[in-house]
């Protein structure tokens, strides 16, 4: 494009922005004398629903009102509009894509964070990223491509792909792109310091990134991708994009398990700010705890299991292999299966009279309802067992009643005068008598009774507490026994951080949520806890056999850190290297020192150092706690805050943090403290949370 033809394009942008702005604010407009007009008629009808039933509390908290209830989701809409028209103004969209279907006029689309129609036209003024056609935009190449709808395949021409800058409702710039997001766009994003939340990347969304956030909602998703390759950010956006094109079907039924709290706080904000909010997001300690009979303060906390992890314990992690092993559960199932076939089984009688067979419980067991875990087959041979016994007593009274009739109907009325008392209190005391062998027999039944899981895994426990290893084989124990389900259905299940998951972690989460869909992301490369064998995330088909929807997907590119950081960080990999993009910085400063004094020393002028670059997110990593713990100690007076507990809320700044709790997180610069040989995997962890400044102090 020649200059004259591009002041005459960024003049015709220019104001085209402007008319969408205007477009914006008539909409919001609109939309918020609609929310006053049913604020209005919601106040209205809620005093005529409390002055028709003012004379009776009871039927106003029990009345449910659908007109009501209809006017308030109304509100709710109304008001999500607004929300969503107020975001959109300071930059309504992003991108624009000119395409042409086969015999159909040309249509220029511009791409924004939500979408927003002329309802007057039924023209769309912005087209939400999440939209179908919209695909085109991010992975579109020039000329003829398609895109999925929901009626199929639709074959386009796309003419145009530009991008915008756009801040507080100017046009800072714009690029005409062939293939993927501009490099200008994407360093601009990705040269701005970090926060203390993740942040959404639907402007800087690349090919490879949207065709995964694009999979179809029942797939199984497995996402591989090296520190910064924004493996979170994806899963959140997917699930932005799922709700978007399936809300009929998935809304309230996703969940989102993350590995920590001070990691769950910091990815909040993403789905808040693409629209979508109410999804369950939870650990899987939480998860599991909802679901067996223990509290939390029976549990190893999260950062005293790392703290021996990290800390290389060798008996302990022993225990973690074995616990997280395929032999384990093997363990598991011959215990099920021995519980199973040795099933105690007695004869029941009711006096003298059999209601139930050895033969008939055991046809019962292994026959009628051998479907059915053994818990609840136990449980409903007792039932029919109550019943039987309810039976049995109620022929019995029968039986007493036409005895007692007929003793009255064969006496005299004279000899009815002497002797009804005594008929009747033995009347009594035999129907007594019915009935309390009801009662001795069931409290012989205590075989049928079912023993806790949480006491035949009892063996298994290693010391006072249980730890993280524990719950997957108790709720695995649970599912085979009782099968357990949620009370809650779940459609859909994203796994973040899932490189630390076990096997039988996948299979509990499989067999619980019944949930067809699945994406999974995790870096191989950040697994800290031990295991046995490969990680259990790269071969998910094992645990998934017969789905044919398994798609795997490996993610190389580094969009977080500088070239020199990433370049550092691959020297801790053994197989496949990172591929940084090209944002070059600072080197990083690798730094030995031989004493605490030199130590706090070189601290001080890193973080000095990083203050001058203007870091406005900082983290000393070291290897654990009491690493970190002596620092805090040592820079005491330096401002920093210490982050040693999982429930922590990092709220920005400047922090001290052990290897395990930086998982996830980023920060503008990072100061690793090594005081030891650490783990190549920990240290690639510790190197890979700087965006922008990395040093390297050894001791």
């Known amino acids: 494009m020649d200059n004259l033809n591009q002041e005459v394009e960024l003049a015709i942008e220019e104001s085209h922005l402007g008319y969408v702005i205007e477009q914006l604010k008539e909409e919001r407009l609109k939309e918020l004398e609609k929310r006053i007009k049913i604020s209005n008629l919601i106040i209205d009808h809620r005093k005529k629903t409390l002055e028709a039933y003012e004379d009776d509390e009871d039927r106003v908290a029990e009345y449910f009102d659908h007109e009501s209830y209809v006017m308030e989701e109304t509100f709710k809409s109304i008001d999500k509009t607004i929300q969503e028209i107020t975001t959109l103004l300071p930059a309504p969209y992003f991108g624009r894509i000119d395409l042409r279907e086969e015999d159909s006029e040309e249509d220029k689309l511009y791409i924004g964070r939500f979408g927003v129609m002329n309802k007057e036209k039924f023209e769309p003024i912005i087209v939400d990223w999440r939209a179908p056609i919209a695909s085109t935009f991010y992975n579109g190449t020039l000329g003829e491509t398609s895109y999925m709808s929901p009626d199929g395949e639709v074959s386009v021409n796309v003419l145009l792909k530009r991008q915008f800058i756009i801040k507080q409702e100017k046009l800072k710039g714009m690029f005409d792109s062939a293939i993927d997001v501009k490099d200008e766009i994407l360093q601009s994003v990705l040269s701005k310091n970090s926060s203390d939340k993740l942040k959404d990347i639907v402007m800087t969304i690349q090919r490879e990134q949207d065709e995964i956030i694009r999979r179809p909602r029942n797939s199984v998703v497995v996402v591989n991708g090296v520190a910064g390759s924004g493996k979170t950010t994806i899963a959140l956006h997917r699930v932005a994009y799922l709700l978007y094109n399936n809300r009929e079907v998935l809304k309230n039924k996703m969940l989102i398990l993350g590995p920590n709290y001070i990691f769950m706080e910091y990815i909040r904000e993403v789905l808040p700010t693409l629209g979508e909010s109410g999804i369950d997001q939870m650990t899987f300690v939480d998860f599991a705890l909802n679901l067996l009979n223990f509290d939390r303060d029976q549990l190893m906390t999260f950062d005293?299991?790392?703290?021996?992890?990290?800390?290389?314990?060798?008996?302990?992690?022993?225990?973690?292999?074995?616990?997280?092993?395929?032999?384990?559960?093997?363990?598991?199932?011959?215990?099920?299966?021995?519980?199973?076939?040795?099933?105690?089984?007695r004869e029941i009688k009711y006096f003298d009279n059999v209601v139930q067979s050895v033969e008939d419980i055991k046809d019962m067991?292994?026959?009628?309802?051998?479907?059915?875990?053994?818990?609840?087959?136990?449980?409903?041979?007792?039932?029919?067992?109550?019943?039987?016994?309810?039976?049995?007593?109620?022929?019995?009274?029968?039986?007493?009643?036409?005895?007692?009739?007929?003793?009255?109907?064969?006496?005299?009325?004279?000899?009815?005068?002497?002797?009804?008392?005594?008929?009747?209190?033995?009347?009594?005391?035999?129907?007594?008598?019915?009935?309390?062998?009801?009662?001795?027999?069931?409290?012989?039944?205590?075989?049928?009774?079912?023993?806790?899981?949480?006491?035949?895994?009892?063996?298994?426990?290693?010391?006072?507490?249980?730890?993280?290893?524990?719950?997957?084989?108790?709720?695995?124990?649970?599912?085979?026994?009782?099968?357990?389900?949620?009370?809650?259905?779940?459609?859909?299940?994203?796994?973040?951080?899932?490189?630390?998951?076990?096997?039988?972690?996948?299979?509990?989460?499989?067999?619980?949520?019944?949930?067809?869909?699945?994406?999974?992301?995790?870096?191989?490369?950040?697994?800290?806890?031990?295991?046995?064998?490969?990680?259990?995330?790269?071969?998910?088909?094992?645990?998934?056999?017969g789905c044919e929807d398994i798609e795997k997907f490996s993610l190389n590119k580094s969009y977080r850190s500088t070239k020199e950081i990433m370049e550092y960080a691959n020297s801790y990999l053994e197989g496949e290297k990172i591929v940084p993009l090209v944002r070059n910085g600072n080197k990083v400063k690798v730094e030995a020192v031989k004493s605490k004094e030199e130590l706090v020393d070189t601290l001080k002028e890193a973080i000095m150092d990083m203050e001058d670059a203007e870091m406005e997110t900082v983290a000393i990593i070291t290897k654990n706690r009491e690493e970190a713990e002596e620092l805090s100690t040592l820079l005491e007076g330096e401002g920093l805050k210490l982050y040693d507990k999982e429930e922590m809320i990092y709220r920005g700044g400047y922090i001290i943090i052990p290897s395990y709790l930086s998982k996830g997180l980023e920060f503008d610069g990072v100061i690793v403290v090594e005081q030891g040989n650490e783990e190549s995997k920990l240290s690639y962890v510790m190197s890979t949370r700087a965006l922008h400044n990395l040093t390297v102090i050894s001791v």
């Open 365 to 545: 067991l292994y026959n009628h309802f051998k479907t059915m875990p053994l818990y609840r087959r136990k449980k409903k041979i007792k039932r029919i067992v109550f019943s039987k016994l309810r039976d049995a007593r109620n022929e019995r009274v029968w039986d007493i009643e036409r005895k007692f009739k007929e003793t009255i109907e064969s006496l005299s009325e004279d000899e009815l005068k002497l002797q009804l008392n005594n008929l009747e209190y033995k009347k009594t005391l035999d129907i007594r008598e019915a009935v309390m062998e009801v009662i001795n027999v069931k409290k012989t039944l205590t075989w049928l009774d079912n023993i806790e899981v949480e006491e035949i895994y009892e063996p298994y426990k290693n010391g006072d507490l249980y730890t993280i290893d524990d719950l997957a084989p108790l709720l695995y124990l649970r599912i085979k026994l009782e099968g357990i389900k949620l009370q809650k259905e779940i459609k859909h299940v994203v796994i973040d951080e899932a490189q630390d998951y076990s096997k039988l972690q996948f299979i509990v989460v499989k067999e619980i949520t019944e949930a067809l869909g699945l994406t999974i992301v995790g870096d191989s490369n950040q697994r800290i806890t031990p295991i046995e064998g490969s990680i259990p995330m790269e071969s998910i088909e094992e645990i998934y056999l």
């Open 304 to 345: 005293k299991y790392m703290e021996k992890i990290v800390d290389n314990d060798k008996e302990f992690i022993e225990v973690v292999k074995k616990k997280t092993s395929e032999a384990f559960i093997e363990e598991l199932d011959n215990l099920v299966k021995n519980m199973d076939e040795n099933a105690e089984v």
